[in-house]
C-alpha cells in the first residue's frame, strides 16, 4: 500500500515464523524483526518497500 509492502497470513498457519532474507545467493533466512499485529483473523505485519531484494517466506519450526 502506498510505499510499504503489506504481507498476511491466516491464524490457523501454527507452527511457522515468518523469516526474511535479502538475497537466494545464498539464502540466510533469519526470524522477520518486524512486529506483525492480527487483524480479521489473520497474522498482519506491514515493511517499508525500501529494501527491493528483500524476500520473506513463512518456514515451519520443525522443517531444516
Known amino acids: ?6 504481507i498476511d497470513w491466516p491464524l490457523s498457519a501454527v ?3 515468518l523469516e526474511a ?3 537466494l545467493s545464498p539464502a540466510a533466512w533469519q526470524g522477520a524483526p518486524e512486529p506483525w499485529e492480527i487483524f480479521g483473523g489473520r497474522n498482519h505485519m506491514t515493511n517499508a518497500s525500501g529494501d527491493a531484494g528483500r524476500l ?6 520443525d522443517a531444516p
Open 56 to 61: 520473506f517466506r513463512l518456514h515451519r519450526k
Open 1 to 6: 500500500t502506498g510505499t510499504n509492502v503489506v
Open 15 to 17: 507452527g511457522f515464523d
Open 21 to 23: 532474507t535479502s538475497g
